[in-house]
């Protein structure tokens, strides 16, 4: 995974808790990196489970409510450090149909080695969105919190139904409808 998602982890966790949990749970975790990340290197996706695994014993959190709640802090922080993506488009459905074709692409023009999930959008109606995640890394819970980031980013409301297609959550739909 890419530096960014590392850092703005990292950053997430101090400005929520300060810079002394994210010092014991660097030095606890035994990472590969040695818990030192630069937005562009790209690192083990295995340590940011690690880390968020340690947070999720510190804070009594579970693990997906903590990813739920990183996603939408990254959300935030792609908006700001990826603003053309955003600006280009008016609405939440609009850049969610735009994830996987545009944005995502691009991401991986900018970084040829960035670990990206496959998503299938469609719209049955107009407040209806479907999205279909797979992915090995089955971050399913992290796109729920992004696809929360971008819909109050837009300042828009839905009931998100998330429903395991694969037992192991490689394999999610989301139902995304307007309210
Ligand atoms: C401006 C908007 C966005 C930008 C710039 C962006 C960019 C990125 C980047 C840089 C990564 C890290 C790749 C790596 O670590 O190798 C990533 C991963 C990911 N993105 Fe996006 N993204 C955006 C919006 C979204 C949205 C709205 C969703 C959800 C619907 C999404 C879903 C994901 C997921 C789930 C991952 C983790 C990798 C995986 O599950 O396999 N992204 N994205």
Redesign the pocket.
């Known amino acids: 995974?890419?530096g960014?998602?590392f850092t703005e982890l990292l950053e997430m966790i101090e400005d929520q808790y300060g810079y002394g949990l994210v010092d014991s749970l660097l030095t606890e975790s035994n990472l590969p990196s040695g818990g030192v990340y630069t937005a562009i290197g790209t690192y083990d996706h295995a340590e940011m489970i690690t880390l968020v695994d340690k947070l999720s014993l510190k804070t009594q959190l579970p693990v997906p409510d903590l990813l739920r709640i990183y996603g939408r802090y990254m959300?935030r922080s792609?908006t700001r450090g990826?603003r053309p993506?955003?600006d280009r488009v008016d609405s939440a459905f609009a850049?969610?149909q735009s994830?996987h074709h545009h944005?995502?692409v691009e991401?991986r023009k900018l970084?040829p080695d960035?670990?990206?999930?496959h998503?299938t959008v469609e719209q049955p109606s107009e407040n209806h969105l479907t999205?279909r995640?797979e992915?090995e890394?089955k971050?399913s819970d992290?796109?729920h919190g992004?696809?929360e980031g971008?819909l109050s980013h837009f300042g828009e409301t839905a009931t998100i139904t998330k429903r395991n297609l694969v037992d192991d959550g490689s394999i999610v739909l989301f139902d995304i409808v307007k309210t």
Do not use: D, G, T
């Open positions: 995974m890419k960014i998602v959300f792609f990826y993506f955003v850049l969610l994830v944005v995502h991401v970084y960035a670990e990206l999930p998503f999205m995640y992915s890394r971050l992290f796109a992004l696809i971008c």
